[in-house]
């Protein structure tokens, strides 16, 4: 199989649709597309590990797909940290509706970002460069998002700290995970009533268990909500 094939693609439709996602050809030609510069760029600038094709089509497009669920029409989406485009990009790609700003502390990942939101001809979708602690003092960015989502953090506590300014009322954090053991520790001490305490902040807190379509892995996706204080 070789990337932006047909049968490359044809692994993308099934595997969001196993998901419960609906995802058109021309959607998988334009993540093909991305995924080819990916690779080009990955050459120079160290933008992912993941090089085999069927990897590529489902830990990264199909794996950052299954955030869509969980994001509400037209919401603006922060993806902190996003790398060489995940999972901002191919949710911005399968759902248009969205507005998307991709954040990364590299330069050179930025550089990426900005280039194939060019050459793909994306609209709605923005790439910055920026640590996350100066962006939330910016007026455009904080209080600004519904949604931030990421895969890059490792600790709930960290990614619940940096991302929580950039909220709007009424927003969540994503944070997407591999295995449960790697959140398990952090939300052992989840309150009965569901809540977490992170950084001193109160979230309410939803698993979301699924498997990646047909390597069978299991993956979770964890949505913190803000706890309003009464």
């Known amino acids: 199989m070789e990337i932006d094939s047909e049968k490359w693609r044809q692994t993308l439709i099934e595997g969001a649709l196993a998901l ?4 058109t050809v021309g959607q998988a030609r334009t993540m093909g597309e991305h995924a080819l510069e990916l690779l080009q760029w990955n050459r120079v600038t160290n933008l992912t590990t993941i090089t085999d094709p069927l990897d590529v089509a489902l ?15 037209r919401a603006r989406v922060m993806d902190a940290g996003s790398g060489g485009g995940f999972p901002g ?10 507005s ?20 793909l001809g994306l609209s709605d979708i923005d ?5 996350l602690e100066d962006l939330c003092l910016l ?13 890059a953090f490792s600790s709930l506590e960290d990614f619940a700290n940096l991302a929580l300014p950039f909220l709007s009322p009424g927003g969540c954090l994503l944070a997407m995970k591999g295995l449960q053991a790697n959140h398990s520790q952090e939300t052992a001490n989840q309150k009965g009533d569901g809540s977490i ?18 390597l069978d892995a299991q993956r979770s996706l964890v949505q913190l909500t803000p706890i309003s204080e009464v």
């Open 20 to 23: 419960g996602l609906t995802m």
């Open 59 to 73: 830990k990264h497009y199909v794996d950052a797909l299954a955030a869509a669920p969980w994001i509400g029409d």
């Open 197 to 214: 305490i992170l950084g001193g902040t109160s979230f309410s807190v939803h698993i979301h268990r699924y498997r990646l379509p047909f």
């Open 139 to 151: 007026p455009e960015y904080r209080g600004k998002f519904d949604r931030v989502v990421c895969r």
């Open 100 to 119: 998307v700003t991709l954040v990364d502390s590299v330069r050179k990942k930025v550089s990426f970002l900005k280039h194939t939101i060019r050459t």
């Open 127 to 131: 790439a910055v460069h920026g640590r």
């Open 89 to 98: 990009l191919p949710l911005a790609i399968l759902r248009p509706d969205l």
